[in-house]
């Protein structure tokens, strides 16, 4: 499974990438067009663990996600610049978006989480928007009579053409099996499974309170998205412990495992 982490300058999704394979990526205003980090992380499954024990196989595979970081997406960004980025993740099967709401005064920023996933929403429906009408528009130029299938395709298109147009993402519509079939290839960003990692301080974790908490989550909802709480800054400071600390660590903060985990 490839999954996509997606999120503006600044907002930590580097330092999630790192956290997530082990790796050392520079964090500090990732943002180079057409670059992106790929790295691997191994899914410890205790359902797996478990059936190992019992049947003594030769080796125990786990699956494995592949994680892209690709550049951070400013408002400011030249759209051919945008479409550069959104192009490297553009044959994920999952999105992880990084909302920042942690404050730091030496980090510059968008804090807002509505103005950061209203953004992202942006730029995906454009997209999709974009492929869409380029593709309508060569099935009603077509100089040739359109086939039984293209008519289908035209017809299933138009349908994407109204949801998108009225600010709705492609996932928050029931389409037929065969209706997927037709529009798969196009690898839709709006018809992908997305995750939206809110990036809190320490303190915000704790207390489960920040700015905005209920309509970001009303929006998230809304868009047929799912959210998760993390703090970066404490989750590289817990994976920087030995194992013994690591636990104490959790219990002091009242918690089983680490959020990455």
């Known amino acids: ?20 394979t082990g790796q050392h990526k520079e964090t500090s205003a990732y943002s180079s067009k057409g670059t992106k980090n790929i ?30 970081d690709i550049g951070g997406i400013s408002p400011e960004l030249p759209t051919k610049e945008k479409v550069e980025i959104f192009s490297l993740i553009q044959d994920a099967e999952a999105l992880l978006f990084v909302i920042r709401l942690f404050e730091d005064p030496t980090v510059a920023g968008e804090k807002d989480p509505i ?34 299938d293209e008519l289908i395709e035209e017809e299933v298109l ?9 600010d ?20 839709f960003y709006t018809l992908k499974p997305i995750i ?16 905005g908490k209920e309509e970001s989550n009303q929006l998230i909802k809304d868009n047929n998205m799912v959210s998760i709480n993390i703090c970066g800054k404490m989750e590289m400071e817990i994976s920087q412990l030995e194992p013994e600390e690591r636990q104490v660590f959790l219990e002091d ?9």
């Open 196 to 211: 939206i990692a809110l990036n809190l301080s320490e303190e915000q974790f704790r207390s489960n309170v920040f700015l």
């Open 39 to 68: 790295g691997i992380a191994t899914v410890c499954d205790q359902r797996i663990e478990y059936l190992s024990s019992l049947y003594h196989p030769k080796k125990t595979t786990y699956a494995d996600i592949e994680f892209v």
């Open 1 to 20: 499974m490839k999954i996509g982490i997606v999120g503006m300058p600044l907002t930590g999704k580097t330092t999630l990438f790192n956290l997530l």
């Open 168 to 187: 709705k993402f492609l996932s928050s519509f029931e389409f037929t099996e065969d209706e997927i079939k037709r529009i798969s290839g196009f690898s």
């Open 253 to 261: 903060l009242g918690l089983k495992e680490s959020g990455i985990e």
């Open 158 to 166: 138009e349908k994407c053409d109204q949801y998108l147009s009225d």
């Open 115 to 148: 103005v950061q996933v209203e953004n992202l929403r942006y730029e995906l429906l454009l997209r999709d928007l974009e492929v869409v009408e380029n593709r309508l528009g060569h099935l009603k130029k077509s100089k040739k009579e359109l086939t039984h």
